[in-house]
Structures are given as structure tokens and as C-alpha cells.
């Protein structure tokens, strides 16, 4: 078994997470909220805990929320039609009813901040694509007390972040077309003065095709690999799998079609870019080799949005992180660990010159003596 020593003498440490997907909470009118993927509020409130207390109670302690922290796309629970969801008023009630069911989250966020010496930096992944409205952000920090207010940051224009000399974060979503959005232009104003957001096309695909299907097989997000899934889905589960198979062609080829339609690209233009929208962020030699040939100080990627938690190592002393997610997955590669549940998180710490990069899975102590199922 391999034990983490704890560095005594860190200058600063940084610590990430990513694609928690806080939503609209366990139940809405009494009813099983099925499109909640976030079971693991108490873990959070005493993560929150542990690194401004303790050891931590005076260290620089940095968490980095490295998007998908708030899961806007999964709250369809509120009174507007389809061309109004994503106006700034839909998009701020969706905000209060994921802060209402998240209460005591917010609370160790807020307790967290207030302690000295820490902050938090919070990167606007494709899930809370909508914070980027000045409204939203305004909301979220009216939930918190003056003191936290200034010690937690939300850019739009925060893409790629650099905590730490060498040290880069990015959630990950603009590696996919499906995903990538525009954050600076991201909103649009019409003549009537209302403001609406401009998802990507990726974000009408989880609002239209994944909640619905949702409904019915709850683990149509959380299962890896999707080939595997749809292997096991044709076998097991196969009028289900045809349908759901058949929505994603549909929906894909509709849009697209629509997109190619409006657009001037020529015919091979129109097949690299479908190559492209079909592609999953999975080369991950590939991205990281790039990457740090382009950033020839960089030592340390993290990224998120795949939800698959990843570290490697390179012989020239560079490192790649995959933060992964703190809701339920099922992964369908034997060559994996097949556990549902992993609460991952990157710890770095720097001493001087000396820096440690690692990923770390949150075990807390659990008070009662069972678990949601």
C-alpha cells in the first residue's frame, strides 16, 4: 500500500476538483430527482473542512473548481418553454433551486473562504456554461458573507489557469467541438433587452437527448466506455439501446446537417469537421504531449470533463491529471478498477523550488453506518 506523506513545509498548495454536478437535489415535489448526479454533499462539507483547519488552518491553501461544479443542464424544472431556457431569467432560477438544494455545501464553501490565507478560483466549465452571466455570479456570492465574497474569483475569460509556476489547468471541454464555447461572446442581447446565453451544441444534446433518457435508465452518462456501453446495451438491454441509439444519430445529423447547411465549408471541409464533432477527448498522449510542447515551462496539466480519473508520469518529469468526478460511475473496461464511486482530487504542493503533483481519492469518516445505494 502506498502511503502520502504530508508535506509540513509546503509554501502554497493548490488543490482541484472538477465535475461535481451539484443540480437540483435528491427530490423536487416529492418526487426521485433522477437527473441529480451528486450524492456526496457531507464528503464536500468536510473536505471544505479539512484543508482550512488542522494542518491547513494557516497554510495557503487554494481550491481551484475546475468547471461542472454547478450543473445548470440538469435542471429542467422550471416554467419557461424550450426558447426561453436558456434566457438569464431561466438561468437564474436553475441557480436558486441548485443553491436551495445545496445548502450546507455552499455554507462550507462560504466557511472555507473565510478562514486566512485561502481562496478559491472557479473555472466556468460546459455543465455552468450559463455563469457566465454577471447575474449568476452575483448570486452565488450573495450566498456568502462579505469576507468570502473577496477571496473567491469567476472569469469568464479564465480558459487555461496558472496557479503555480509550471502548473496549468483547464477543465477540458473546448478539446470537443460538441462542447467548445465561446465564454467571452457567449451572451446574447435581443431587441426587447433580454439577455440569453449561446450553448453549444453539446449543451442542447444533454437538455434534449441525455435528461430524457435519462429518466429511463438513470446511467446513460455514467457509464465508460460508450462503445462497451452500447455493446452490453444491444445485448442486455436492447429495444432501450436501439431507441436511444437512434435518438443520437437523429439529433446529431439534424443539427449538423442544419449547421453544414447554413455554413460555406467545402465537402472535405465538412468531413474534417464531423471528424472532429465525433471525437472524443480520450488521446490523452496526444493532448499532453502538445500541450507541453507549447508550454515549454509547463510541468503539471490537470484537466476534468472526461470524468475518468488519470495520472501519468513522463520520463522528462511532466505529469497529466485527470481529476475525474465525484458522481457515480460505472466503467465497463476490465482493464479498470470498476468502482462506481471515486471522490478524486489533485493535491499540489509547492516548497521552495520543490514541487509535488498527486492524485488523491477523499475518504472521509463517515458518522453513520451505511451508504446511499
Known amino acids: 500500500m502506498r502511503f502520502l506523506k504530508?508535506?509540513?513545509?509546503?509554501?502554497?498548495?493548490?488543490?482541484?476538483?472538477?465535475?461535481?454536478?451539484?443540480?437540483?437535489?435528491?427530490?423536487?415535489?416529492?418526487?426521485?430527482?433522477?437527473?441529480?448526479?451528486?450524492?456526496?454533499?457531507?464528503?464536500?462539507?468536510?473536505?471544505?473542512?479539512?484543508?482550512?483547519?488542522?494542518?491547513?488552518?494557516?497554510?495557503?491553501?487554494?481550491?481551484?473548481?475546475?468547471?461542472?461544479?454547478?450543473?445548470?443542464?440538469?435542471?429542467?424544472?422550471?416554467?419557461?418553454?424550450?426558447?426561453?431556457?436558456?434566457?438569464?431569467?431561466?438561468?437564474?432560477?436553475?441557480?436558486?433551486?441548485i443553491l436551495d438544494a445545496h445548502t450546507e455545501v455552499i455554507e462550507a464553501l462560504d466557511n472555507f473562504l473565510t478562514?486566512?490565507?485561502?481562496?478559491?478560483?472557479?473555472?466556468?466549465?460546459?455543465?455552468?456554461?450559463?455563469?457566465?452571466?454577471?447575474?449568476?455570479?452575483?448570486?452565488?456570492?450573495?450566498?456568502?458573507?462579505?469576507?468570502?465574497?473577496?477571496?473567491?474569483?469567476?472569469?469568464?475569460?479564465?480558459?487555461?489557469?496558472?496557479?503555480?509556476?509550471?502548473?496549468?489547468?483547464?477543465?477540458?471541454?473546448?478539446?470537443?467541438?460538441?462542447?467548445?464555447?465561446?465564454?467571452?461572446?457567449?451572451?446574447?442581447?435581443?431587441?426587447?433587452?433580454?439577455?440569453?446565453?449561446i450553448p453549444s451544441w453539446g449543451a442542447y444534446y444533454v437538455t434534449q437527448i441525455?435528461?430524457?433518457?435519462?429518466?429511463?435508465?438513470?446511467?446513460?452518462?455514467?457509464?465508460?466506455?460508450?462503445?462497451?456501453?452500447?455493446?452490453?446495451?444491444?445485448?442486455?438491454?436492447?429495444?432501450f439501446t436501439i431507441r436511444f441509439m437512434i435518438a443520437n444519430i437523429y439529433y446529431f445529423l439534424m443539427v449538423r446537417i442544419l449547421f453544414f447547411k447554413k455554413s460555406s465549408l467545402k465537402f472535405k471541409e465538412i468531413l474534417n469537421y464531423a471528424g472532429a464533432d465525433l471525437s472524443l477527448f480520450q488521446d490523452y498522449e496526444s493532448l499532453t504531449r502538445s500541450f507541453f510542447v507549447k508550454h515549454k515551462d509547463a510541468k503539471v496539466l490537470i484537466v476534468g470533463h472526461t470524468h475518468e480519473p488519470i495520472y501519468r508520469e513522463y520520463a522528462d518529469g511532466t505529469s497529466f491529471i485527470n481529476t475525474g468526478t465525484w458522481t457515480k460511475m460505472l466503467n465497463l473496461d476490465l482493464n479498470l478498477t470498476q468502482t462506481s464511486e471515486k471522490l478524486t482530487f489533485a493535491l499540489i504542493e509547492k516548497e521552495g523550488d520543490k514541487l509535488s503533483s498527486s492524485l488523491n481519492i477523499w475518504h472521509p469518516k463517515n458518522e453513520l453506518p451505511y451508504y446511499e445505494f
Do not use: C
Open 6 to 97: 504530508r508535506n509540513k513545509k509546503a509554501d502554497q498548495t493548490v488543490i482541484v476538483i472538477s465535475d461535481l454536478h451539484l443540480s437540483a437535489g435528491l427530490s423536487i415535489d416529492g418526487k426521485r430527482n433522477v437527473l441529480e448526479d451528486f450524492h456526496s454533499d457531507q464528503e464536500l462539507v468536510s473536505f471544505f473542512e479539512f484543508y482550512s483547519s488542522g494542518h491547513y488552518l494557516h497554510s495557503n491553501v487554494e481550491i481551484v473548481i475546475n468547471g461542472d461544479f454547478l450543473d445548470l443542464l440538469a435542471v429542467p424544472y422550471v416554467d419557461f418553454f424550450d426558447d426561453e431556457y436558456w434566457s438569464e431569467k431561466a438561468s437564474l432560477e436553475k441557480l436558486r433551486i
Open 115 to 197: 478562514k486566512k490565507n485561502k481562496k478559491i478560483t472557479y473555472i466556468i466549465g460546459n455543465h455552468d456554461g450559463e455563469m457566465v452571466f454577471d447575474s449568476l455570479k452575483e448570486l452565488l456570492l450573495s450566498k456568502l458573507s462579505e469576507e468570502a465574497q473577496e477571496k473567491i474569483e469567476i472569469k469568464n475569460e479564465t480558459l487555461l489557469y496558472n496557479p503555480i509556476e509550471s502548473v496549468y489547468i483547464e477543465h477540458g471541454h473546448n478539446y470537443e467541438v460538441a462542447h467548445s464555447f465561446d465564454q467571452m461572446n457567449a451572451i446574447e442581447t435581443a431587441s426587447n433587452g433580454k439577455k440569453y446565453f
Open 210 to 239: 441525455i435528461n430524457r433518457y435519462k429518466q429511463e435508465r438513470d446511467h446513460v452518462n455514467a457509464v465508460r466506455p460508450i462503445k462497451n456501453f452500447l455493446i452490453h446495451g444491444l445485448i442486455f438491454d436492447t429495444f
